[in-house]
């Protein structure tokens, strides 16, 4: 167990719809990313937030957004869902210094 | 654009081999970490290293960071079907704060 809580851990949604999927860093962690990883695909990042602000951006879509909240957890916004959205969705956290992410167990996002 | 690349992508093995793998870059990371990863679930950490020349040890897992960190290598001594999955190496760019994932190498080992 790495500390880190994703919820939900599957979601089932039609085109066109917006999900919310929402992450919890380990304790006194920071900083959290978010990664998308499609079918024998490799992690592709997403976003950073550290202590509330947005650090690093990756290849996130316009029609995805992310914040973190004051309580240092963190939600990634999915709207106008297409059917290339299907991925499994992982946040990670890391302390200060940020030398080691660790990793949630993951959504799975099914967009039919 | 930094890049990692992992080799090789595909390993299928018998157990009680003997195999590395290989993540190289021509970026320079302040960190490098492993990571293994079972189908539809989270990577999960096996090791960071942050010294240049580092060598880690984890069982029958040795890790070694290159001397000029950019790239590092994985071996395995006598694998088991246990050690079958994922395995990524990340580097993090302390400029960006960007972890910069590696493609993957699939290792498949048979009993």
């Known amino acids: 167990d790495s500390g880190v809580t994703q919820t939900p851990k599957h979601l089932i949604t039609a085109t066109g719809q917006r999900v919310t999927l929402r992450c919890s860093p380990r304790?006194?962690?920071?900083?959290v990313y978010w990664y998308q990883q499609s079918l024998d695909q490799g992690l592709q990042f997403l976003i950073q937030?550290?202590?509330?602000?947005?650090?690093a951006k990756g290849n996130i879509l316009e029609r995805f957004s992310a914040q973190q909240f004051p309580d240092l957890h963190s939600e990634l916004n999915l709207s106008s869902l297409e059917l290339g959205d299907s991925a499994l969705y992982f946040c990670?956290?890391?302390?200060?210094?940020?030398?080691?992410?660790?990793f949630g167990p993951g959504t799975r996002l099914l967009v039919l | 654009t930094q890049l990692l690349e992992q080799s090789p992508q595909f390993l299928s093995i018998q157990e009680g081999e003997n195999l590395t793998v290989y993540c190289n870059s021509s970026?320079?990371?302040?960190?490098l970490q492993w990571y293994r990863q079972e189908p539809g679930e989270g990577p999960v950490l096996l090791v960071t290293?942050?010294?240049?020349?580092e060598v880690k040890k984890l069982k029958r897992l040795t890790f070694q960071f290159g001397d000029a960190r950019k790239d590092s290598s994985l071996h395995i001594t006598a694998a088991q079907p246990g050690d079958t999955g994922l395995y990524l190496c990340?580097?993090?760019?302390?400029?960006?704060?960007?972890?910069?994932f590696g493609t993957g190498t699939r290792l498949k080992v048979l009993a």
């Open positions: 990670a956290s890391s302390g200060t210094p940020p030398e080691t992410q660790y």
């Open positions: 304790s006194g962690d920071l900083s």
């Open positions: 937030y550290y202590n509330g602000e947005e650090r």
């Open positions: 970026s320079v990371f302040s960190s």
């Open positions: 290293v942050v010294t240049g020349g």
């Open positions: 990340a580097g993090l760019n302390s400029g960006t704060y960007k972890y910069i």
